[in-house]
């Protein structure tokens, strides 16, 4: 009964980001048609080039890293209740300190890596607390603030790279960073396979976190804050002090994004190389998918890493273009930001009606 | 004599749950019908397939000897049926006047004709002695005054049968005396009357006839004259209240003791000024007062949810200015809060997580910040056989629980802290008799026990059967404070308008 009733509630949940899930696919194969391709070979393809192989499933989970861990700082701050909008800018600051850390702290690779990985997210976090102070202090919104502070880190982040911090050994000189010591690297999961060990911490990290979102007494804080703000403050509930660490947290873990993506894949801080793949708005889209659940997160973020690499193989393999990804991930965005409205005026409504509630 | 309007039978399934059960009411012209029932008895339900808001399953409406079908509002106004809702449905930004006539405006060269409009609500006003001001903003208008122009509203489309929606509850006792001279008079004019509600006095006071609903069903119908609140009551609840537990003597030392204690208001007036009020062990205090004159700032200025300008708090010997909620809720405070889905509830939390507000710092149920639900939920399902909770399980959604339902949680929380001191808001707002009786009981309990008691709460008769002492709140100030013995709803009335403690006297010697 009780079992029963649990799986319900799970279907339930499910029954949303698939729905948005299966109608992408249905937008997309409208799509596919008119460019005059068979919908079914097509989506065969993007199949294989997502799942296909072991090389491809590899490679799948690499991409999909960056997202979990971004997915997840982003669900810490949406279970406060906060819309914290600057998961790139933090990322981009935790991965070029990471990358500076590995490059100038001196000791052995592991040493060089811990420190990263702390340089990393402490400059994520830092960041990120920055508009959580803001917000506390000076009322400054959240939304806005951390929006804004985007441009500030990327362009920052460029002109470290492309100054002070530019590896001009090369023969074009790019902006990016000297490439780190290969004792630093973060190790790969399999021989010439391209996902790497933070995917280990980034799966780590979505456990970890789930179970402290739901078992700890922290957990139970950060949640009935972002349930309801004045029940928080009403039970003893330190408001400011919970919203001050889930931001730090947050953009800690935004920050870890760009750090294994430094330590593992790229080796150097090159600039561009995390904005333009979309990181950080593709981890935005699983956060919410997965209503923040942060095992949900790291499953959305896997599916959606899918959807870019096998977008990839097919443009490889046929006809049909690279963009008909974005026209799934397009449709997938509009249901989300639809369920999001829907919520907002459900509870808007309500909040009309307490007092009707005699 | 033939009826102007009656029910035969009405019934409505939702689902497989039977709102109303072959329920049948009568109404003769002239007549004041008094609804009475419990929250959740389908009052409301009824009355909805009267106004055309709801179809029936099965039943028939019978107006003037003809059966009728109403598709929506629209059909029952245009058959005389008008309805004031609970909630008014005023547009706050246009004059009295337009809200009345809105949808029947008269009209002069197919232009809105203000001057015959305005003419046309004064008279009206004045026939049936509704006071009013024709020009005034709707959203200036005090709540009284807003449901004075939605009677108007109704009486200007026509209506001979006003159907009146617990139009009490948001009331001040004043206004309340008001309303139920202008309900007798409408009736005398001639005009039906529908009253629901669940106060018994009231009842008693206006209506010719009740009509007594429990779980759907017809559980009554009686005259007035041949009833009494004792017997409505036992038909309300089904079965016959208790009285509530004696309280015992007690001369506690001084518990809470809040000294001139004062928050500036946006204009030169203050919130709070300068307020002094010291609460003993053994004690309950009750606050009486118009909502609005600080209440709601001195429980959050107690409680530590508001910061305050000047003045002190001490629960026993410990300090509480400057201190936060956690601190001060360790050392012995607990509060029931005035508005529990504001406050007291998250509504998207389970039930098991509303209830784990400030039990999950507590060491019996927090093992190295891990939570320990098991132990907890025992506790969870304590309280929910104690009061009669009605959940499906502990996950359930706390939205989801009916409001008496989610009081009862909220009061079994707070009481289950067992804490020197209680803070009691609204207590029993928008809860059943049955549910009431408990929360009285339990607070009278807590009293006998040696713990002090704030009570705050807009119902009179509340404050009046529970409290020790009586403190009435005005502009911020108490301006009186009564013994138990010596208050009357009638003094604390006149101390509630900010009148004087001579007039209010005088006024009770000239009527003992």
Known sequence: MKLQRKLQQLLKSLIQPLT?????LLTGAVAISLVGASVLETYKVMWDGAFGNFYFVTATLARATPIILIGLGLAIAFRAGVFNMGAEGQMVLGAVSAALAALYVPGSGIIKILA????????????????????????????????LLNYVAV????YLVSRPFQDKSGSAALAQTHMIDQVAWLPKLFQGMSVHMGFVIAMVLAITLYIILRFTSAGYEVRMLGYNPFFAEYGGINKIKVLLFSMFFSGGI????????????????????????????????AALLANSNPLGTAVAAILL?????????????????????SVIQGVLILFVTAKITMNWWKVKKKAGDIHGAA | MTYVLEMKDMSKKYGDFLANDTISIHLKKGEVLAIVGENG???TTLMRMLYGLEQPTSGEIVLNGKTVKFSGPHDAIENGIGMVHQHFMLFSDFSVTENIVIGHEPKQNGFFNRKAAAEKVKELSEHYKINVNPLKTAGDCSIGEQQRIEILKVLYQGADIIILDEPTAVLTPLEIEELLKTIQFLAEQGKSIILITHKLPEVMKVADQITVLRNGKVTGNVLTQNTDVEQLATMMVGRELQKLTDRIQLDGDPLLVVENLTIGGKNAKPILDQLSLTIHRGEIVGIAGVSGNGQSELIQAITGLRKIDSGSVHLGDTIFSGKTVAYRRNAGLAH???????????????VEETGLMGYYRKRNFNQSSFIKLNSFRKLVRGWIDRFEIKTPSLDEKSGNLSGGNLQKLIVARELGFETDFLIAAEPTRGVDIGAMEYIHEAIIEKRNNGDGILLVSSELSEILTLSDRIAVMYEGKIVDILNRNEATEERLSVLMAGGNENEASTKTTTTA
Do not use: C, H
């Open chain 2, 336 to 350: 029931i809060p005035e508005d529990r889905y504001l406050w007291g509830a998250a509504k998207e939390a389970a």
């Open chain 1, 155 to 158: 362009l920052f982040a460029g």
């Open chain 1, 254 to 285: 935004a920050g870890l994004a760009g750090t294994v993506e430094v330590l593992g894949s790229q080796y150097r801080y090159v600039e561009g190389s995390l904005t333009v793949p979309g990181y950080a708005w593709t981890g935005l889209m």
């Open chain 1, 116 to 147: 990263a990985l702390l340089a990393g997210f402490l400059a994520g976090g830092l960041w990120s607390l920055l508009a959580g102070w803001m917000e506390t202090r000076f009322k400054v919104q959240l939304l806005i603030s951390t929006l």
């Open chain 2, 41 to 43: 008895a389908g009052k």
């Open chain 1, 305 to 325: 890493a899918a959807l870019q690499t096998g977008a990839m193989g097919m443009e490889r393999n046929t006809e049909v273009p690279l963009e008909i990804a």
């Open chain 1, 20 to 24: 948005a899930v299966l109608i992408g």
